[in-house]
């Protein structure tokens, strides 16, 4: 029990694109999910925590306009970059928070930005 | 707020030699504390978790880690290191009294040797 996934697992778009990044819990509902941004050898940063029919709460520095999340069902939150540029090139990691207080971690999107 | 020290990035052990990878916290409130795993280009893998229970908290894949309130500590350990072991592993915490909102260490790369 608790699996999340992510789609895609790896994209790769031009500059100037949106790109959006799925996260789903597969056997439980959550009314919370997170979105973190890992860098090469480096911890995650959270960047969001998206709740189930309302606004994503952003952390500082973490601009909103361009990373929007919509959490529009107990299952699925969407992270969309836009007008992606290459520095948003990173891996992105979703997770959602299970009825035990647990977060369960998606697999990861790798995204590059040409 | 809630930090993570994990000393040590690189940790390198033989093949059936102890493992022991340091966390130690900070937290103004009882904490949650977590020990994750994480493969390359895979997203984090729940080890174990302490939750206000039993000190002593036991993992999967052999692991077990002691929570030490006078030390605030949080230490991973594995009697037995397996190839199958080599990965990064994240220490994180939740003073939140949920897993809510969780700041990770570092984290540690396990190297194991023949």
């Known amino acids: 029990g608790a699996v999340v996934s992510q789609h895609p697992s790896r994209v790769i778009c031009k500059s100037g694109t949106s790109v959006k990044i799925e996260c789903r819990s597969l056997?439980?509902?959550?009314?919370?999910m997170f979105w973190y941004r890992q860098f090469p050898k480096q911890s995650l940063m959270l960047m969001a925590t998206?709740?189930?029919?309302?606004?994503?709460?952003?952390e500082q520095g973490v601009e909103k306009d361009k990373f929007l999340i919509n959490h529009a069902s107990l299952t699925l939150s969407t992270l969309t970059v836009t007008s992606a540029h290459p520095e948003d090139s990173s891996f992105y990691i979703c997770?959602?928070?299970?009825?035990?207080?647990?977060?369960?971690f998606g697999p990861g999107t790798r995204l590059l930005v040409l | 707020a809630q930090s993570v020290t994990q000393l040590g990035s690189h940790v390198s052990v033989s093949e059936g030699a102890l493992v022991l990878l340091r966390c130690n916290y900070s937290?103004?409130?009882?904490?949650?504390l977590f020990w994750y795993v994480q493969y390359p280009n895979q997203g984090l893998q729940l080890l174990l978790k302490?939750?206000?229970?039993?000190?002593l908290v036991k993992g999967i894949n052999g692991f077990e880690a002691e929570f030490k309130k006078s030390e605030t500590s949080f230490h991973l350990t594995k009697p037995s290191a397996h190839m199958s072991d080599a990965a990064e592993y994240f220490c994180?915490?939740?003073?939140?009294?949920?897993?809510?909102?969780?700041?990770f260490g570092t984290g540690t790369r396990l190297q194991v040797t023949l």
């Open positions: 994180a915490v939740s003073d939140t009294g949920t897993a809510s909102k969780l700041t």
């Open positions: 056997d439980f509902q959550a009314t919370t």
């Open positions: 302490y939750t206000s229970a039993a000190t």
């Open positions: 998206s709740n189930e029919g309302s606004k994503a709460t952003y």
């Open positions: 997770s959602a928070l299970g009825r035990d207080e647990t977060q369960y």
């Open positions: 937290s103004s409130v009882p904490p949650y």
